[in-house]
């Protein structure tokens, strides 16, 4: 049995359209299903949050694409951890998208709702409150999923590789 690693991050949009979101959903579910991925997007217009899960390769595969993707600023890498059953089993890529707020008062997580949706805030633990509810939510699965990453993850240094830090996380896992 094959090793499933999940990571989550956040970015800032650049250069792009609340429009445009079903063009790159329909692309990420067509590559991901290929690939063997699995995940959830998170986008309001103001703040990409991203949680994808697969094979050590291919997971390294496609955040090096997002890390070079113009579309892409102020990556944040909030977690990466090994999984014990993937938390999106049939989602290519399901998503959460509100356009401008509408949709802030979906609450998934007592102390952490789209009315405070701010990942560049979180902590790892809020980012992994966050996704596990938002997993249960669509699965109807109320099971632990996973374990902690030896390594607390810090938000990256203005300028650095996010594929390095990557690399690091990973290596320390598997």
Not at 29 to 51: S, V
Not at 55 to 77: G, N, Q
Not at 147 to 153: D, F, G, I, R
Request: aromatic letters at 8%.
């Amino acid at each position: 049995m094959t090793e499933i690693v999940a990571l989550a991050y956040c970015s800032r949009p650049v250069d792009f359209s609340f429009e445009q979101t079903e063009q790159i959903l329909t692309a990420s579910r067509r590559n991901n299903a290929k690939a063997g991925l699995t995940g959830a997007l998170i986008y309001d217009n103001h703040t990409f949050l991203q949680w994808i899960e697969g094979e050590e390769t291919e997971i390294r595969a496609v955040f090096e694409r997002i890390s070079s993707d113009h579309r892409h600023s102020d990556i944040k890498l909030l977690l990466v951890r090994k999984l014990d059953g993937r938390w999106f089993p049939d989602w290519s890529m399901t998503a959460a998208v509100t356009q401008d707020q509408t949709l802030r008062s979906l609450k998934l997580v007592s102390h952490l709702s789209l009315s405070q949706f701010d990942p560049f805030g979180w902590s790892e633990a809020n980012a992994l409150s966050f996704m596990d509810t938002l997993s249960d939510y669509l699965t109807h699965r109320a099971t632990p999923k996973s374990k902690a990453a030896e390594e607390p993850v810090t938000p990256r240094a203005v300028g650095s590789n996010p594929m390095a830090r990557l690399d690091r996380h990973l290596n320390k896992l598997l």
